[in-house]
């Protein structure tokens, strides 16, 4: 079939393409971070005029424009119509490349999101002068990054790695919120109570010292990055919180920007009596590269001690380095301050986020039609919980953000998002469940406004294209506006939406509604916040996502058996081997005594009938049993 490439764009989308670099790709990203609906990109003829519509049609053509400018894609000696220049901001008007004019609510709400992660690291010591701070920001709910050198006298070498001191958990603590407030309109509102968030009893995460030459004294040059290579060191501590935190940590950037760019410093420096200030702001410009890849940073913001592990970033607040240390001998507006660059330390962060061991959940809290919460035990699909374990990653690939599981109703298809909930209340993301037999008569907008309406968004009211089809409608602007919002709604902590009912008796879903959960599927890889669960899915799946698939299959006499011991010995193999003569009878007899009941019933009958008498067996061994 040949496709109908469309020629009748509005006159300032013509003369605006007609000055930018087609770069796909990078023009992809950049309708990515400004979160505006990717366009379809099997047009390649027309994709770059889609682009610019989509962002005059989301209100941020001057943002898209001044991101076009400074990832180089306009055409040196641009000269716009005068009709645009009338509307739109005009590329050679901007006075610098480096500070580029903003949306101004916009900016101070990201400034505002990002002063919530920032923290104080306060090392004790044995009297007032031996106290010690730095600065710290939250990159996951449970973790804090901050420079090595800051943290490094509670910290020791144990053979080819660090540990934490023994001891040193009651000597460090981190204190988020400690910023000076606005109220009435002029009358600033000083920092109120200290707000210590406590951290781990095992509170060191990973730890990279500081480079041979990272000292103060003279062998320390600004510019040097002698002694440090791919693998660095880096001069980063990551600490674990006791509890995780409610505010959405920053993410780093997976590569920063070769020419010059702008960036702020949020920091708690000292006050010139040894305590930290409250949380500061300071803009400058990251102006030279040491290294390629960069090894380190330098930059213009201005820093004191007491700054060192403060977070730097873009204009966008994104995260794009640590500082890490400042000359001496500063000069006017000149990179005096250096800073480990995301892109170095991203990996580690993300694999610190999630522990590789899977916490299999015993029981899960379900609602019940009547608004009563029951707590159910989980029998079983440890294989379930491990995949939904591995998408929480942020690095996770497309295929292990889909889990796709395949069964019928006596293997527990359904309890599959009962499972989700609890795992994901763990990790500080949010979760929406959706019956797609409920759907069973809603066109793709309709769908797609269940699905936002799930996680308390809503679907931007689609204006007219000239698209008179509705499979190309659905391609070109429901299923990109849908992909955009939950990319959103997800945040930085993930999303999990768990779409159910496929394979139900009375009724699937519509053509239209599983075109639009394929379109979901494919969408994945520009979606790395969001997961999707597939309850009970009967279609085959895009290809490279054959590794999604979970067939489930009924509990068995073990599966009961490692509910009735407790955390942490149901992984002891002797132990459930001892219960068999036990469990495996009164399974068959639960599984036998009614006619209809289905595999999960029986399995629950049967564990609910042993829970007492194994307790006392256990107690008489000294072993603590599972919840009864």
Not at 95 to 108: G, K, N, R
């Amino acid at each position: 079939m040949v496709r109908q490439v469309r020629t009748d764009w509005p006159k300032h989308v013509q003369e605006l393409a007609e000055f930018v670099i087609a770069d796909i790709p990078r023009i992809r990203v950049i309708l990515d971070e400004l979160g505006i609906p990717n366009v379809d990109y099997e047009d390649p003829e027309d994709f770059l005029p889609r682009a610019i519509l989509s962002a005059d049609e989301a209100h941020s053509l001057i943002p898209f424009q001044a991101m076009l400018l400074r990832a180089s894609l306009m055409r040196a000696g641009a000269d716009i119509a005068a009709e645009v220049n009338k509307r739109y901001a005009v590329p050679q008007s901007m006075a610098s490349q480096t500070f580029l004019s903003q949306d101004a609510l916009v900016a101070a709400k990201r400034l505002v999101q990002a002063c919530e992660v920032v923290c104080i690291v306060e090392i004790d010591g044995d009297d007032d002068i031996d106290r010690s701070h730095g600065t710290g920001v939250l990159v996951s709910p449970m973790l804090v990054l901050t420079a090595a050198h800051v943290v490094q006298r509670l910290v020791e070498r144990a053979g080819d790695g660090w540990r934490a001191k023994e001891g040193s958990s009651h000597r460090i603590q981190v204190i988020f919120g400690h910023a000076a407030d606005l109220v009435d309109g002029n009358t600033i509102k000083p920092p109120g109570a200290r707000r210590v968030t406590p951290l781990a009893a095992q509170w060191l995460v990973d730890f990279s010292p500081p480079g041979p030459k990272e000292v103060a004294g003279p062998e320390f040059v600004l510019d040097s990055v002698e002694g440090i290579g791919s693998e660095g060191p880096w001069d980063l501590a990551l600490l674990r919180l006791e509890k995780p935190h409610k505010s959405a940590p920053l993410s780093p950037r997976a590569r920063i920007p070769r020419q010059p760019f702008q960036v702020h410093v949020l920091h708690h420096p000292e006050d010139g009596r040894g305590r930290a200030l409250p949380l500061q702001s300071s803009i400058g410009r990251v102006d030279e590269r040491l290294g390629d890849p960069p090894l380190r940073v330098l930059h213009s913001a201005s820093t004191a001690r007491g700054s060192s592990g403060a977070p730097v970033v873009d204009a966008d607040f994104h995260l794009v380095g640590l500082h890490q240390a400042g000359s001496l001998q500063p000069t006017e507006d000149m990179a005096c301050n250096r800073a480990v660059p995301a892109p170095r330390w991203r990996a580690m962060v993300a694999a610190a986020s999630i522990p590789e061991a899977v916490p299999y959940l015993h029981t899960v809290d379900v609602s019940q039609n009547d608004g009563t919460i029951v707590r159910t035990h989980v029998v079983g699909r440890r294989e379930t919980q491990a995949r939904v374990w591995r998408s929480v990653a942020l690095t996770s690939d497309p295929a292990d953000r889909l889990v796709t599981v395949i069964g019928t109703s006596e293997t527990g298809v359904r309890f599959t998002k009962h499972i989700v909930r609890g795992m994901v209340t763990t990790v500080g993301g949010i979760f929406a469940s959706i019956d797609v037999v409920n759907s069973h008569g809603d066109d793709a907008a309709a769908f797609a406004a269940r699905v936002t309406g799930a996680f308390a968004a809503s679907l931007p009211r689609a204006r007219a294209t000239g698209l008179t089809t509705a499979q190309r409608d659905l391609r070109n602007r429901t299923v990109p506006a849908l992909i955009g919002k939950l990319e959103r709604a997800a945040g930085k902590s993930g999303a999990w939406l768990v779409l159910e009912g496929f394979d139900s008796s009375t009724g699937g879903p519509s053509a239209v509604v599983m075109d639009v959960v394929g379109q979901l599927i494919r969408g994945l890889p520009q979606m790395p916040h969001v997961r999707l669960v597939l309850s009970g899915w009967q279609e085959s799946l895009p290809p490279g996502f054959e590794p999604s698939v979970e067939y489930l299959v009924a509990p068995t006499w073990e599966d009961i058996a490692r509910t009735l011991v407790p955390p942490g010995r149901d992984s002891d193999e002797q132990l459930i081997q001892e219960l068999k003569p036990f469990v495996e009878p009164a399974y068959r007899r639960a599984s036998e005594a009614e006619a209809g009941v289905d595999a999960y019933g029986a399995a629950e009958r049967a564990r609910a009938a042993l829970a007492p008498a194994v307790a006392v067996l256990l107690a008489a061994r000294g072993i603590g049993a599972g919840s009864v």
